[in-house]
């Protein structure tokens, strides 16, 4: 019997064709790259990079439990890629988590208006309001938490005042709509991809990627000699045609993220005050230049000798100034200046409500759209009216306090930042519209209506002729924009005039500090008030009277839980103290809550230069604690610089002269004398002070 092999099985093994090779090697290809990009940003998160810092950081624990809490300029920071070494800032506030019982939080949230500018913290809109406030409702806390940010457009806003829902806010006030066009993700800084919400929520995604932040932090960065301003260096385009869809576009961004914000407070059941901005309209001429298309050479030169000739004629004739530029605009109704000249005129022959149309309309043309056009203010009211948000018509309001309808330099210190009166007037509106809220926000309208007059306000908050002068140097800087001086000559010329009257008429020691305090150095850090600066002149007099005022008001235009604040609490409690004979029971409680500031700063490690512990003791030393402002002081002694020692020392003297340990004080001096060189005249009169405490001996 014979017996032979099965046959094999045929092989059901497929061939694959060319396309489904490439199809798999496509895929290895896009598994491995996805593998590589995870390993490469779990590199970049691992070396720190990703992600976005917070606006509002949790930074310590108080004495009494609560998680002390402060914004920070990094989180704003992050919004400004393209320019992140000179980025928008905010006024660093702090607050208590949980909040305290009664209190009344309110968040302010927007541009550089929204913050105040040009004037400090303690003179701006949010600071009359919280003052306000605390006038309508005497029984309870209020805090008005201000995170407006310098050239932000609308959805930075957004992103900051969502962070600080997390913080138990009962009020957020939006007063935004001035950056859409070239603030940090307008329309025109982002150039294309700035003109739709989903991109621009794109590209804040993406750019949270760490390899994103990777590539950007070792690229070149922003050039910090640059000697433009922040909005002008963020400027894309520097000409935006009346007719541009992107003026469309701007409008359209406002309109979805302000009412992104309104439905994000409403899920917290948060209330919302929505505040279209008002903008100078009567007092500047369009920032622009633009030459219409559509007009031919030789016509274009003809607009220009009409508007030469109407610009030329308004003072003397203004009716045949107007009959020039209704000539201008039969060639080109698009022209900006053509209807600014015309609401001159018009106002000029008496014609103030066809003026203030004028005015409007030229706004609404600015080839710089550095005022929000009425499309935009438009946008806000709608994104207000179609939700739960209560709106507060900024606009129509400073029109209707306005000569003629017209807003001019009444209100505004610029094109869109408000005058002091101006600051107090968005305050005042703002309580007369919590008439329209309910529970705990409500405002009686009756209690608005007997509210103080604004300057009493001015007065009680510590507005002084130096604050004037800061905030016209800051419209003399501004007035130095080249397309500014270009377009609005008289705008420099106005500031300077006022800055200079203002030196003028200060004594000289004041006047000094005026021209010391433009100088960066004199700063070193954040901008130091210019009140604080004046005082210590005043104060180096003995002229106590007139340096309290200024020392208080300084001490509140300077950030919480900070050297400059304890500094200036100190000061204002010394010149009190040398007027009064000694410190009333309000003014200890002052020292005290600066002796609570100051040793939280030094527990934390946040003093470098021993200045926290030279004012906290000295502070120390005026409630009588004298034992544990010793001990404060000797802590800082070696951190501080040679004439910080010095100062420190006599304190130290004076501290030991109090509990009458005179050999500990005479050994401090006694090395002063041998050690310090130049500051021996003062080691001496530490001397004259110890002998005449025992008695002259």
């Given at each position: 019997m014979c017996s032979s092999d099965p046959p094999k099985p045929r092989s059901t093994r497929r061939r694959l064709g060319p396309w489904q090779k490439r199809l798999i090697l496509l895929a290895f290809s896009l598994v491995v790259s996805a593998l590589v990009l995870v390993a490469t940003e779990g590199a970049c998160r691992l070396a720190g990079y990703g992600g976005y810092p917070t606006t509002f950081q949790k930074v310590g624990t108080l004495d009494n439990g609560a998680t002390l809490v402060m914004t920070q300029h990094a989180g704003p920071g992050s919004y400004f890629f393209a320019s992140r070494s000179r980025a928008g800032s905010l006024d660093v506030a702090a607050l208590?988590?949980?909040k305290p019982t009664g209190t009344i939080r309110i968040v302010l949230a927007g541009g550089s208006a929204a913050k105040g500018s040009p004037w400090s913290r303690h003179l701006a809109a949010s600071a009359f309001l919280e003052a306000m406030l605390k006038d309508c409702w005497p029984d309870k806390r209020v805090e008005v938490i201000n995170i407006g940010t310098t050239a932000i457009a609308s959805f930075p806003v957004l992103g900051m005042a969502s962070e600080s829902l997390r913080y138990d806010p009962d009020l957020v006030i939006a007063y935004l709509g001035n950056n859409e066009f070239y603030g940090a993700y307008g329309v025109a800084s982002l150039h294309?991809?700035?003109r739709s919400p989903a991109m621009i929520r794109f590209i804040r995604a993406a750019r949270s990627l760490g390899i994103a932040q990777f590539i950007d932090a070792h690229r070149k960065g922003f050039d910090t000699s640059d000697p433009r301003t922040l909005m002008e260096a963020m400027v894309g385009r520097a000409s935006i045609a009346p007719d541009d869809p992107i003026r469309a576009d701007a409008a359209r961004n406002l309109e979805t993220f302000v009412g992104d914000l309104i439905d994000r407070c409403s899920s917290r059941d948060v209330a919302v005050i929505v505040c279209p901005p008002p903008c100078n309209e009567r007092a500047l001429a369009p920032l622009g230049t633009w030459t219409d298309p559509a007009l031919s050479s030789e016509q274009q030169t003809n607009l220009q000798s009409l508007l030469a000739r109407a610009e030329a004629a308004l003072s003397a004739d203004p009716a045949s100034a107007l009959a020039s530029v209704d000539e201008a605009l039969q060639l080109s109704t698009k022209c900006a200046l053509a209807h600014y000249l015309r609401g001159r005129a018009l106002e000029s022959l008496?014609?103030?409500?066809?003026?203030a149309e004028a005015y409007r309309a030229a706004v609404d043309r600015d080839?710089?759209?550095?005022?929000?056009?009425?499309?935009s203010v438009d946008a806000v009211r709608r994104a207000a009216k179609s939700s739960a948000a209560v709106l507060c018509d900024l606009p129509a309001i400073f029109r209707a306090e306005s000569p003629g309808g017209a807003v001019g330099w009444e209100l505004m210190a610029d094109h869109v930042h408000p005058s002091l009166q101006?600051?107090?007037?968005?305050?005042?509106?703002?309580?007369?519209?919590?008439?329209a809220l309910s529970g705990p926000l409500h405002v009686a309208p009756e209690s608005a209506a007997v509210l103080p007059a604004w300057t009493a306000y001015a007065e009680r908050l510590g507005a002084s002729v130096y604050d004037e002068y800061a905030a016209a140097h800051a419209m003399r800087t501004l007035g130095k924009i080249p397309f500014f001086m270009e377009s609005n000559p008289g705008f420099l010329e106005r500031f300077d005039n006022r800055c200079r009257e203002i030196e003028a008429s200060a004594p000289p020691n004041v006047a000094a500090q005026l021209l010391a305090w433009q100088d960066p150095a004199s700063h070193k850090g954040d901008w130091r008030p210019v009140d604080g600066l004046v005082a210590q002149a005043l104060f180096g007099q003995g002229e106590y009277a007139q340096a309290e005022p200024l020392f208080d008001a300084a001490r509140r235009a300077v950030a919480p839980y900070g050297s400059w604040e304890l500094q200036y609490t100190a000061f204002t409690l010394y010149c009190r103290g040398s007027l009064q004979g000694r410190l009333t029971e309000q003014d200890l409680a002052l020292a005290q809550g600066a002796v609570e500031r100051g040793l939280l700063l030094i527990r934390n490690g946040w003093s470098s230069n021993g200045s926290a512990e030279r004012y906290t003791g000295e502070m120390l030393a005026m409630l009588g604690e004298h034992a544990q402002a010793i001990e404060v002081l000797r802590a800082g002694r070696n951190a501080a610089p040679e004439?910080?020692?010095?100062?420190?020392?006599?304190?130290?003297?004076?501290?030991?002269?109090?509990?009458?340990?005179?050999?500990?004080?005479?050994?401090?001096?006694?090395?002063g004398l041998q050690t310090s060189g130049r500051y021996a005249p003062y080691y001496a009169r530490m001397a004259e002070r110890v002998r005449a405490a025992q008695g002259g001996r």
């Open positions: 208590q988590m949980p294309s991809v700035g008496g014609r103030t409500e066809a003026a080839p710089m759209p550095w005022r929000p056009p009425t499309r101006g600051q107090a007037l968005i305050a005042r509106s703002i309580v007369s519209a919590m008439a004439e910080g020692r010095v100062a420190i020392d006599g304190d130290l003297v004076d501290a030991y002269v109090a509990i009458r340990q005179f050999d500990a004080a005479q050994s401090i001096i006694n090395t």
